[in-house]
Each structure stands twice: as C-alpha cells, then as structure tokens.
C-alpha cells in the first residue's frame, strides 16, 4: 500500500472514531475531514508527560494542535503541503511552562544592572560603584540613581555592600541598589538624608533598617520599610511616548528570552505590560503564551465587571491574581519562621508584611468574585496565615476546583501539608534556587533546608507543585531547574537537603503538566497528547543519558509553540 493510500486509510478510520494503528492515539475527531498534517516529526527520542502512553517516536500537528502521537507510522500521514522534520534521535519534551515569573523585560533593557540575571556571576563592589557613578553622571542631583540585580552572595569582595559604598557613587543623589530578590535594597547616606531616616528610627512594621555592629545604619532596608524611601526625590523623567516603547520593547525582549531557554508559557507576574503584550501579540512579537496574573486597578476592574480568571485565549489569559504579598523573601533572608534565622543577631524570624485580618478580607473578596487567590508565602509562619484564609474564604463561597496558589511556599512542615491537600492548594516553588542560591542556605541550616523547596514531600503528598522561577529574583532557565530538582546540588558544589531529591522524570513533570494543571490548563497543554497545543522543545542530548551535574548545559535545539518554530538555534 503506498503513502497515499495509508493517508486516506487513516483518514477514514479516524474519521470514523476508530483507533486500529498500533502505537498510535487519536481523538476520533482528530481526521474527521480530509486535511493533511501541517507538520509530522519523527525519529524523536518524545518524553509526552501522558501516563497513558510515556514515549513516542512521532507526531502530527495540524492547526496548532496535536493530531496524531505514536511511532514513525506517521509518517504515512504526510500530505504534499505536509512539512517533515527528522528529529535524528533527539529527546522531545513538552514545552516548558514557568509558574511565577515578572519578567516585563523593560528593565532589561534600560535599568542599570550590576548583576547577571541569566546565570551565576561573581561581581564586585567597585564594578556596582563604577556603574552607579557612570549613571549619576547623567542626572540632576536629587534624582535617584538606581541598580538592579544585586546578589549579596555573588559578590567578590566576600562582604556585604553597604552605605559607604554607596557613598563612594554619589552623595549627590539619593542611591538604592535593589536586590534580585525584591525585598531588600541598599542605599546611601543622602537617601537617608532626604528621608528623615537615622539610627534612632524605630522600624515600621514589616520591615527594617539595618545596622552594623556599632548601631549605624549600614544601608540594608527590607521589605517595607522601604515605603518611605519611596517617597522621596525624584524619579528618571521619561515621557509617555518613550514610556511605551520601552514596555513593547521590553515584552519583545523577554519573549524572545524565554523561548531561547524552552519556555512556551509563562505565569506573568509583572504590571503594566498587559497592553504590551496585546499589542506585539498582533505584531507577531509575542512569542510565547501568558497566564497574566493581576493586580490593582485591573483586578478592581475584574471585581467591578464580573470578569473572572480564566478570560482570554490560548495565547493571552487572565489566570489567579499576583502574587500577594503576605511575609518577606527566601533569598534575602526576610521570610517569616517559626524558628530563628542562624548567625543573625539579635534572633530574627523574618518579616510578616500582612496582619491576618487583612488578609482574610482580600482573600474573601477576591475569591467571592471567582478570581483564584495567589499569595506569596515563604515561611511556614505565612503559609499558615495563608491557609487560614483560603480556608475561610472557601467555607464562605464554596468553589468547585478552586485550585488556590500559594507562591514559593518555601518551608512547610506535616500539617501544613494536610491543609494544603485538603484544598487542592497549589504551591508554585522556587526552580533555580537550589542550583542558584545554595550559598545562602547556611543562614537556615541542612534541618530547616530538609524541609524548604520540598518538591519530593509535597509529591509524596499528592499535591502537585509547579516551577515558579520568580525571575527576576532567580534564573527561569528551566533545564537549571530540572538539574536543581534532581541533584539538590549548587553552583558551589554544596548540597542541601537532599532528602527532596525528585527523578528525572518527575523534575520535566514539574515543570511542564504541573505548570498547566497550577493554571487549570492541563486540558490544553503540559504534554504531548492529540488534542493539546503542539508545544514542544527539542533538546540536543537526551537528558536520561547525560550526568545530572549537566542537565542546565544540554543545548535546546529548537522551541516550538502551535506547531511555529519560535526559537531556533
């Protein structure tokens, strides 16, 4: 029988509901008409993420969609329009979906950085100063001079930055130089200067100003103390026209980003970029899909409108709220604990940023609206609190598969995972961070770390956590996160709490059907399946084969997203 002649075969079969090829799957609709592929791979090496059938050498996409999975069979499928791709023994994944992420991309582009925000690299502080000078030069003095992408423990200098450093730059402006993180920033004596702030100001709630051992302020302000800051001299004049160039090119930026590294969805946690993001969307920037996660005057206006999540389409959708704020930051050393943080003095467990009445309230009145609550909890003490008030939220206006995230939900113990389960709460936890901030975690110590980014215990669970690189406090390069899953191991060689340890196969399940199932979109991507969006990504090396202290190296050969090469190498 020859190729055309199979086609057609196929064609009929499926259109008449049957599944007769062995190896293959189908939906009976799949071929009910008479069109042919638009694009068949083969010879692939396929890792679909189904359990209903783990691997595959082949598949069919029409339409954007998954038509046809199974063995090199397909082949036969191809029609004269029908475009081939020989994957030549090369692994195939779904594509990568990252579950909490503010990459915008504008400041990418336009901040000044005074660190990587792709990989781990070791800066100086007179590198940070030359930068911060350079910039200074530009402005009037009053106006701040601002650094991005921090990180205390990347630093050459083996010391932390602080005031006097600062100093060094300008005493002309006001400096802050902001952690990766987001929770902490460093500034000089001229910001505190214009803001009234001294050795003798008592911390706000929620936050502190930090001294050195002699009770002068060295510089740190974390999480909310740094309102006040806020506050005063006078920001970079940009106009609105450049204003809004620099957000479409900053989406641009990123998409194009995020495709490099396999991401094919992205869980956005960055405001003002929605409009963006439409708009490069009709220009054919937009090069990956979005699960746009909401805040102030948008979520007002969802409330206000009966909008609820899950509004949009396949590319651009409005997915559970921003993350909101409820303790402080893993990497900085902020989140709030049950148990002291180690080597800091006086004891400190951390920063809770929102009282528990609070709290209760927004999660009753987001939840009542039908948009999905998402809160950024690290420490046990918050994931607590945050639990507390889904719970109520949920007995109050019950909703089926209400699915609540909690963002990071760093350090759980027994019985917060008893509630989570109980809610289906779904926990979207640092990727990267065991790769890249494994120099931070003597500050908690191998017990506390046995039970910090638990992918194994809260698997073990039956909860079903997703990656959430939080870029840009950590890297979103997935296959750095596959490796820090599976290995516990850092950038420095140290290993913590390796009794999380997941396979390899549960790291490329975390990071794909976990990330759509985090979303309520595991019916429309996260695998490899006839029906679901042809999103997928080619690696180099299967990731079997390699050594696991290699996985984050193996180079992605091609993104796909609908069946379109987005990105190839």
């Given amino acids: 029988m020859n190729k055309e002649q199979n086609r057609r075969r196929f064609m009929s079969l499926a259109g008449g509901g049957f599944a007769a090829t062995v190896g293959m799957r189908w939906v009976g ?18 890792q679909t993420v189904d359990n209903a059938m783990p691997k595959a050498q082949a598949f069919a996409v029409r339409s954007g969609r ?32 990252d579950a909490h992420n503010h990459g915008g991309g504008e400041g990418l582009l336009y901040d000044v950085l005074v660190g990587n925000p792709y990989e781990v690299e070791l800066v100086s502080i007179d590198s940070i100063v030359g930068k911060l000078k350079a910039k200074a030069q530009t402005l009037p003095p009053g106006t701040w001079v601002e650094g991005f992408f921090l990180d205390d423990t990347k630093l050459k200098d083996k010391r932390p930055l602080n005031v006097d450093d600062l100093d060094k730059a300008t005493t002309d402006h006001p400096v802050a130089v902001h952690h990766r993180g987001g929770h902490t920033a460093f500034v000089n004596s001229k910001a505190f200067h214009m803001a009234g702030i001294t050795k003798n100001t008592p911390n706000p709630f929620g936050g502190t100003y930090d001294k050195d051992q002699n009770g002068e302020l060295n510089g740190r302000v974390t999480d909310r103390a740094q309102a006040t800051l806020e506050k005063i001299g006078n920001r970079e004049i940009v106009s609105p026209a450049q204003k809004e160039k620099r957000v479409l090119n900053g989406v641009a930026f990123i998409s194009k ?72 930051s893993l990497s900085e050393r902020t989140m709030a604990m049950s148990r002291p943080y180690i080597g800091i003095s006086p004891p400190y467990k951390g920063n809770l940023t929102e009282t528990q009445d609070d709290l209760s309230a927004w999660c009753e009145r987001v939840h009542r609206a039908n948009i999905r609550l998402n809160c950024h909890a690290n420490g046990d003490v ?61 500050f908690y110590g191998e017990e506390m770390m046995r039970h910090m980014i638990a992918f194994r215990t809260t698997i073990d669970a039956g909860i079903v956590p997703a990656a959430g690189s939080d870029f840009g406090p950590g890297p979103f390069a997935p296959l750095m996160a596959i490796q820090a899953m599976v290995t516990r191991t850092g950038w420095n060689g140290e290993i913590w709490g390796a009794n999380q340890k997941i396979t390899l196969d549960e790291a490329i399940g975390v990071n794909t059907i976990n990330g759509a ?15 679901k969006l042809a999103d997928y990504v080619i690696l180099a090396d299967d990731l079997h084969t390699v050594a696991p202290s290699k996985i984050k190296d193996v180079k992605i050969v091609r993104t796909v997203v609908g069946g379109r090469t987005a990105y190839q190498a």
Wanted: glycine content about 8%; aromatic content about 10%.
């Fill in 66 to 97: 998954f038509v046809a999975v199974g063995s090199n069979d397909i082949k036969n499928l191809a029609g004269k329009k029908t475009q081939s791709y020989d994957a030549k023994g090369m692994m195939i994944v779904p594509g990568f979906i």
């Fill in 257 to 328: 980003k995020f495709v490099q590294y396999g991401l094919t969805t992205v869980h956005h946690n960055e405001v003002g970029v929605l409009e963006a993001m439409q708009e490069q969307r009709l220009r054919g920037n937009l090069l990956h899909r979005v699960s746009y996660e909401v805040s102030g005057d948008l979520l007002e206006a969802m409330i206000s409108t009966g909008i609820e999540t899950g509004f949009g389409d396949e590319w651009i959708r409005l997915g559970a709220t921003f993350e909101h704020t409820v303790d402080g």
């Fill in 29 to 46: 609709a799949a071929f009910a008409d008479p069109q042919e592929p638009d694009l068949i791979v083969y010879n692939a090496k396929i």
């Fill in 517 to 531: 199932y985090n979303a309520r979109e595991e019916q429309d991507k996260g695998s490899v399946t006839v029906g």
């Fill in 382 to 442: 918050a994931i607590d609190r945050t639990l507390t008030a889904y719970e109520r939220a949920l007995k109050l206006y019950p909703r089926a598969d209400a699915r609540p995230k909690i963002t990071h939900c760093s350090m759980i113990n027994d019985e917060l995972l008893r509630r989570m389960k109980a809610i289906n709460a779904v926990p979207a936890m640092f990727s990267t961070y065991p790769y890249y901030n494994s120099d931070k975690f003597h």
